[in-house]
């Protein structure tokens, strides 16, 4: 028979490795990326910087805010994104505007020489993660011709679903609703360049 103190000592040996081994879970770092297709429509020459974007406070954190009924979210420790979703949101916008657009002259930062014909700037009000449902996004942006202060301004409300319960088809969706909004956004600096001709011409 093992003695009391030998199996106590056991015992807390055992509990001990048990929590070490659940502190240590690795965490899964998830990104947003771009998934914009080309137009097809003639390449756009103007420059456009992206940003401010502005989240919303509930969501604005590392880890993923996952929804779970109508009135409750978890907070997913062990999920997270890979960097500030502010900053990631402006990029992949960026990134998409390239494609949409045919133009490389998309930033999120000044850039030495860099002179933007447009500013865009997005405030998202809702960025909602449903797993194995959808991914929501609805957001406000301004596409703003910076040398006259003129401005466009739209509303692009999305709904993108997920196939399975994986956290990263649920960030690929976030990124096809963001596809969705740049795709707005371009449409709206087209629709400015555009009117900036027919000016010119008359």
């Known amino acids: 028979m093992i003695p009391a103190r030998i199996a106590i000592h056991c015992a807390l040996a055992a509990l001990l490795l048990t929590a070490a081994g659940c502190a240590s879970a690795p965490s899964k770092f998830y990104?947003?990326?771009?998934?914009?297709t080309a137009s097809g429509q003639a390449p756009v020459?103007?420059?456009?910087?992206?940003?401010?974007?502005?989240?919303p406070a509930a969501?604005?954190?590392?880890?993923?805010?996952?929804?779970?009924?109508?009135?409750?979210?978890?907070?997913?420790?062990?999920?997270?994104?890979?960097?500030?979703?502010?900053?990631?949101?402006?990029r992949v916008v960026a990134d998409d505007l390239a494609v949409q657009l045919g133009s490389p002259e998309v930033a999120t930062v000044a850039l030495a020489n860099f002179n933007p014909a447009y500013r865009v700037t997005i405030e998202v009000q809702r960025f909602e993660s449903l797993q194995g449902q959808a991914a929501v996004l609805d957001a406000v942006w301004t596409v703003r011709?910076?040398?006259t202060g003129e401005a466009r301004s739209g509303r692009t409300s999305t709904r993108q679903t997920v196939s399975g319960q994986n956290f990263d088809q649920l960030a690929a969706a976030h990124s096809r609703a963001l596809a969705t909004l740049s795709s707005d956004v371009a449409t709206a600096i087209r629709a400015e360049e555009e009117a900036g001709s027919a000016k010119q011409t008359e």
Request: proline share 6%; charged share 15%.
């Open 145 to 147: 011709k910076t040398s």
């Open 59 to 90: 969501v604005d954190q590392p880890q993923m805010v996952v929804q779970v009924a109508d009135n409750q979210v978890v907070v997913d420790e062990f999920n997270r994104w890979d960097a500030p979703l502010s900053d990631s949101i402006a």
């Open 45 to 55: 020459s103007a420059s456009v910087m992206v940003g401010p974007v502005t989240i």
């Open 31 to 36: 990104d947003l990326t771009s998934t914009a």
